[in-house]
């Protein structure tokens, strides 16, 4: 997986296990997001769509339905351009995929991209221990599932931080700055 500027657009190249990859996971975020929030698997639906913000403040039963639509709207308008990266990454050139994005496009896959690292760890229940689960022996030990779901987090985790750094401000050094303090 590389990330490269081509003028003002963020260009993102993957092999073809990279993209086949990508593809099935991009398969799976627009299922997810056709699903409207009160249907969604309880797990997932905490981590896309919690209600504790609108709790604290204060808000109606009435307001929050409103913000959940909302977040809901806002998830769906995603789905043309999920689908069209989708179709992209089916149709290799050379053996690699390029999508191309500009940099509204590239806070849709972001936001999309960690929606999907959120869902799959609520749904496997996977925490910052197993995040943090590098050791081949302590990542044997969890479940076949957890393995799938931790190797797909770090892969799309991989693809923002290769995002972060072309993106203006350069979020990505934002992490090594703090580090460094």
């Not at 639906?45 to 913000?67: F, I, L, N, P, V």
Request: glycine share 4%; with cysteine.
């Amino acid at each position: 997986m590389r990330a490269a500027l081509n003028e003002k657009n963020l260009v993102l190249t993957f092999d073809l296990l990279e993209s086949s990859l990508l593809r099935h996971l991009f398969q799976q975020i627009i299922a997810n997001y056709q699903i409207k929030p009160e249907q969604l698997d309880p797990k997932a639906a905490s981590a896309w769509y919690s209600t504790k913000g609108c709790q604290a403040a204060g808000m109606s039963r009435e307001e929050t339905r409103d913000w959940l639509e909302t977040l809901y709207g806002y998830k769906s308008a995603s789905l043309s351009h999920l689908r069209n990266w989708s179709g992209v990454l089916e149709s290799p050139n050379q053996g690699h995929c390029h999508i191309q994005l500009t940099l509204a496009e590239a806070s849709i896959l972001l936001t999309a991209v960690n929606d999907h690292r959120l869902w799959l760890a609520a749904k496997h229940d996977i925490g910052q221990k197993e995040m943090d689960a590098c050791a081949l022996p302590t990542f044997n030990t969890l479940e076949a599932s957890q393995q799938i779901a931790l190797s797909e987090i770090s892969f799309l985790a991989g693809l923002i931080e290769r995002m972060l750094r072309f993106l203006p401000g350069n979020p990505a050094d934002w992490m090594e700055t703090l580090e460094l303090e």
